[in-house]
């Protein structure tokens, strides 16, 4: 978690750095705004990672001598097959759609978002294999 | 359990594997996969799909320019066609190839993870990707034309009144689908390499593919969210009465150009990281040597992703609205990463063992065409020149050498790298190398020529010129290029088809790689590995194929396994 | 002795490379690396610093183009062989010197870019003539301070008339889009902003018509938003600018 951090870190502290420098030299105020929320994207993982480092146990992918044998237990379940991301995918289009059509493609769209929504929740919830 | 085992016992759990247990087949796998393998694939085949359509329009535009007053295509079409071209090739291609096709596909075998972090989120950003394209295209199917304001949309000229019709809206919208979908793909690389490596894979013994798709990924989630609210503003902009942009309301279009750059030019880093990275990863196998200074190669990637946040004004330099040295400073020192990244790709084959297969020599290609363009770079870089060539064909030979060059040499190095692990089968050499005879002298036939026209005043974007401007030859010549690199397809084309049709088995690992794809079968199965080899250093399976040469005999370069695990 | 000699004769095929590629930049009319000379001072002032950016480029690209070709032939793996080569890692030194060579040249760089640029930038406070540029779709309206203006009509492309050697200051909006005034002659280039105003200097140096075009894209017709400008002495502008004014 250590170079995770760093490297988030890192670049929101330059950012930030760079945000300085142009707030004084260019004295205008849309960049730096720009500038300013760039560092947060950096800075704000960087705490999240820095955080979580200093609370979980050291991670067998951190040790130079880690053998492959050590990492126990279940890494997550991963779905093979399932049809709900392509409904969500096609909910979001027609719901996008909607933009440039009217109103009507929304009606499709959202409707299939929200089944596809609640499909994949209780996907998850009973285990996530279908 | 160890991950290996828990990885055969997911695979039988869920029957995953396409053909073993009566998973299921053809279109209805295709839908419901959620297999970074076949998502990768598709994004792959259907970005490749784009390019062959945006290029074909290129090859109209360039039909146009043969002479200087043309009538092959109206006006409003040209315009419509550069538009589309540019946009395809940069949101629909370059991009969604290289962090949605290679990444997915290849990360998560190169850190010895199972599948990527979020399979179904994986899957939604592909879904995205695709109707976000199919949004663009259809663009031509209305009644007013696709969009024709180019595709950096330079307010007030997307306005409504300006750029009527449906086209632009399908345009805004197929760029906020395509953003979601890399925003998507963005969070699930970084969670995945951050989260899912295999025991004894560092961050520091990540293969640079990797740490290329890491640095990506961070710029998509600073660049994209800003495109995206751009894209929101303007639609604003023309259909709620907003006046983000619009003068009399009060609002700025140069705001416009401020926002889509500060996107724009970390998206150009977005473009070329993924591929500098295959580069990196082809070069040290087909030279049979470890990269050349690793620490400072991922230095230089992060100080390329930490400075190209900083630069986005250099495409704003005639504006007369920014502070010139600035920008100019930061976009000159971009240039030394970029430059450090180049010396280390040649110390990384001096004194190596280059075996010139059709990878390697497109990365030769890549090299060629990239240090041209990144020279051209330089000197856009400086205001006073850019005032001169700014928005001639002297940027257009640039941009095209920078960006074109890597995702077209670079793409194809990798996608002729990992062809074997993707299908299991060999090309056809003589094609392959072919094919990067007849894009490399094309290519260069092209965009040469097109440093001239540029320097003589002929504008980009334009469809008629003046025989006066001397450049009706020099135009000819790079319509003949242009056309030379578009016939290289078919090459290409005829490469698969045969390969298909009349398969050659390429075995797990034929080009005795050094990173962890290479350590399982050709295609990978469900889950991707049943063993993994022990990780000793940043060349796992290096050190596992040659134990005399292994990296961890390098003092620095890794632990010596103990022997119970070689023999495991 | 002999190395005395040698070195003479390296040196002499310097000189020959050095003369066939002057005569190869003169040869190429009147421009400098494909690139115009500048009809104005401030073009001028580009070209120079054109000229050296691209000097400082084919030498940085012929390096590491050689050390490019020198390892992929020296390197390139002969029929037959089957060595593993030396699987160096590092080499600190190398990285370092390819590290500050570059950083080092891009700040020299740097210094003569500011030079040049503010230069061109410069907005005179009193100058010899006054113009203001408005573009719009698709043309361009030419208003000189004493009320004469000249505007684009039909297809006839609008021309601008500048003395030579006297400084004209330069005000230019734009009425709707973005435009880009754009003299390829002059080196020059500048957006024409609606809501922004821009100011710059031209000092034409060299009497001449040269071809001017809108250099960002605005809509429809913006291939043909052309428009001349000619230079002329500063006593024929003087009188022009009566005869203009008179009808």
Redesign the interface.
């Given at each position: 978690m250590k170079?995770?951090y760093r490297?988030?870190m890192?670049?929101g502290v330059?950012?930030l750095l760079?945000t300085a420098?142009?707030f004084f030299?260019?004295k205008?105020y849309?960049?730096v705004t720009?500038?300013f929320g760039?560092a947060g994207?950096?800075i704000m993982p960087a705490l999240y990672?820095g955080w979580w480092r200093k609370r979980m146990d050291p991670r067998?992918?951190?040790?130079?001598?880690?053998?492959?044998?050590?990492?126990?237990?279940?890494?997550?379940a991963?779905?093979?097959?399932?049809?709900?991301?392509?409904v969500?995918?096609?909910g979001?289009?027609l719901s996008?759609?909607s933009?440039?059509?009217g109103e009507w493609t929304l009606v499709i769209g959202g409707a299939l978002l929200i089944f596809g929504a609640a499909s994949?929740t209780l996907e998850s919830r009973r285990g996530g294999?279908i | 359990m160890t991950i290996a085992d828990e990885r055969k016992d997911l695979s039988h759990d869920e029957g995953g594997h396409e053909h073993d247990h009566g998973g299921p087949k053809g279109i209805y796998l295709w839908l419901t996969s959620t297999d970074h393998k076949v998502i990768g694939k598709s994004y792959m085949y259907t970005s490749l799909v784009f390019m062959l359509i945006a290029g074909a329009m290129a090859m109209i535009i360039r039909a146009q320019l043969t002479g200087p007053n043309n009538h092959l295509v109206s006006q409003q079409t040209y315009n419509e066609l550069f538009t589309i071209h540019g946009s395809m090739m940069l949101y629909l291609f370059a991009g969604p190839f290289a962090f949605g096709g290679f990444a997915n596909y290849i990360l998560p075998l190169q850190i010895g993870a199972p599948d990527m972090a979020f399979p179904r989120l994986n899957a939604l950003s592909y879904w995205l990707f695709l109707t976000g394209g199919v949004t663009m295209l259809s663009g031509f199917f209305t009644s007013g034309g696709a969009a024709a304001f180019g595709w950096v949309s330079y307010a007030p000229l997307s306005s409504y009144s300006n750029a009527p019709g449906a086209g632009p809206d399908l345009w805004i919208v197929a760029i906020v689908l395509t953003g979601f979908s890399g925003i998507f793909t963005a969070v699930n690389l970084i969670t995945t390499a951050f989260y899912l490596r295999a025991p004894g894979l560092t961050m520091f013994r990540l293969p640079i593919f990797t740490w290329n798709m890491i640095v990506t990924g961070m710029l998509i989630l600073i660049a994209f969210p800003i495109l995206t609210a751009a894209m929101i503003m303007l639609y604003a902009d023309r259909h709620f009465g907003a006046h983000f942009f619009t003068v009399s309301g009060g609002g700025s279009p140069v705001m416009w150009q401020n926002l889509f750059w500060f996107f724009g030019h970390p998206e150009v880093y977005i473009l070329a990281l993924p591929y500098f990275g295959i580069v990196t990863e082809v070069i040290p196998v087909f030279s049979r040597k470890p990269v050349f200074g690793y620490k400072g190669l991922v230095f230089a990637t992060l100080s390329i992703g930490a400075l190209s946040t900083g630069v986005w004004a250099h495409h704003m330099f005639t504006t007369g609205t920014v502070l010139l040295p600035f920008f100019s400073a930061l976009s000159l020192l971009i240039a030394v990463p970029t430059g450090v990244k180049v010396f280390t790709w040649i110390a990384t084959m001096w004194g190596g063992d280059i075996e010139f297969k059709t990878p390697m020599l497109f990365v030769v290609g890549f090299l060629v065409t990239f240090v041209m363009g990144g020279v051209t770079g330089v000197m856009l870089a400086a205001p006073p020149i850019d005032f001169a060539v700014h928005d001639t064909y002297f940027v257009v030979a640039h941009f095209h050498q920078v960006l074109a060059g890597t995702a077209v040499f670079g793409g194809f190095s990798g996608f002729f790298y990992w062809y074997p692990k993707l299908t299991g089968r060999m090309y056809r050499e003589g094609l392959g190398k072919l094919q990067f005879w007849m894009a490399f002298v094309g290519f260069s036939l092209t965009f040469f020529p097109q440093y001239i026209i540029g320097l003589r005043g002929m504008p980009r974007r334009v469809p008629v010129y003046l025989v006066s401007d001397h450049v009706t030859f020099l135009n000819q010549l790079s319509t003949v290029g242009a056309f030379l690199t578009g016939a290289s397809f078919v090459v290409w084309l005829i490469n698969m088809l045969i390969s298909w049709k009349r398969p050659v088995a390429a075995g797990d690992n034929p080009w005795d790689g050094h990173t962890l794809e290479w350590a399982t079968s050709s295609p990978p199965p469900h889950h991707n590995f049943v063993t993994l080899p022990p990780i000793r250093s940043a060349r796992p399976l290096w050190d596992a194929n040659h134990p005399e040469h292994a990296d961890y005999k390098s003092p620095g370069h890794g632990v010596e396994f103990r022997d119970e695990e070689v023999n495991k | 002795m002999s190395s005395f000699k040698f070195v003479k004769e390296r040196h002499r095929s310097i000189e020959g490379l050095a003369l066939v590629g002057l005569a190869l930049v003169l040869s190429s009319c009147s421009n400098a690396f494909g690139g115009y000379r500048g009809a104005t001072t401030q073009g001028q002032s580009e070209a120079s610093l054109y000229q050296g950016f691209m000097i400082t480029g084919i030498v940085v690209a012929g390096i590491t183009f050689l050390g490019l070709f020198y390892v992929l032939v020296k390197y390139r793996r002969r029929k037959g062989t089957n060595k593993i080569p030396k699987q160096r890692h590092s080499n600190l030194p190398v990285e370092v010197i390819y590290t500050v060579i570059p950083v080092l040249i891009v700040i020299g760089l740097f210094v003569f870019t500011v030079r040049s640029e503010n230069k061109i930038t410069q907005v005179s406070s009193n100058p010899n003539v006054s113009v203001d540029i408005t573009a719009f779709q698709w043309g361009w309206r030419f208003t000189y301070s004493n009320g004469v203006s000249i505007v684009s009509q039909g297809a006839n492309y609008p021309q601008l008339v500048l003395p030579s050697n006297e400084t004209t200051k330069v005000t230019l909006v734009s009425q709707d889009v973005v435009h880009g005034f754009y003299v390829p002659a002059f080196n020059f280039s500048r957006y024409a902003l609606p809501g922004v105003t821009n100011y710059f200097d031209l000092t034409p140096t060299t009497t001449g018509t040269y071809v001017g075009r809108c250099s960002a894209l605005c809509g429809l017709y913006h291939g043909e938003m052309l428009f001349s400008v000619r230079v002329v002495t500063p006593s024929q502008f003087k009188s022009w600018l009566t005869q203009q004014k008179a009808a």
């Open positions: 170079v995770e490297i988030y890192g670049i330059f950012v760079i420098v142009y030299w260019a205008e849309g960049g720009m500038l760039v994207l950096g990672f067998p992918e951190d040790s130079e001598t880690a053998t492959i044998a050590e990492s126990k237990g279940v890494i997550g991963f779905p093979s097959n399932t049809i709900w991301p392509f969500l995918g096609m979001a289009f996008a759609l933009l440039v059509f994949v294999v | - | -």
